[in-house]
């Protein structure tokens, strides 16, 4: 199977949300800008998506990370709040941009980012009942 994603092209649809595990050796790079996107409203039944600049460019090797977000906590905000929040998950994005992660119900924060480019955060709710299939587009910029 083949998908067309945006200008990138044909790529197997098996690859496109591929990426390559992290342990704990990167870690956020927070930009001079940091965007908030909350799609907590619209659950999903599993997460994956592309990291894009100008909405249809890939951007690789952008560190993704997964992190808790429960009643009692709140988004990351700063590098100071990082310290209190425990990585779940975290992967580094192909060469499309693709990111994927194997969660159980919850609501979590994504924090994406590069050396030199802005940092952004994706509130989301993963719901196997009630959440849609859909990609997660993660926009990302760079850096001023």
């Known amino acids: 199977m083949i998908c067309l994603i945006g200008n990138i092209g044909v790529v197997d649809c098996l690859q496109k949300y591929s990426c390559s595990q992290e342990t704990s050796a990167r870690i956020t790079v927070w930009g001079h800008n940091h965007r908030l996107l909350d799609y907590s409203e619209e659950p999903v039944n599993l997460v994956r998506g592309l990291v894009l600049v100008h909405y249809d460019q ?4 952008a560190l993704v990370e997964v992190f808790d977000l429960d009643d009692a906590s709140h988004s990351l905000e700063k590098s100071d709040d990082l310290p209190t929040k ?3 998950a975290a992967c580094i994005t192909n060469n499309v941009g693709g990111f994927s992660f194997s969660l159980p119900p919850g609501s979590y924060e994504l924090v994406v980012s590069k050396p030199d480019w802005n940092s952004t955060s994706v509130l989301i709710v993963v719901d196997p009942q009630m959440g849609k299939q859909r990609d997660i587009h993660i926009p990302l910029n760079i850096g001023y």
Do not use: A, E
Not at 58 to 61: C, E, F, L, R, T
């Open 58 to 61: 890939p951007v690789d090797d």
């Open 86 to 88: 425990v990585r779940r």
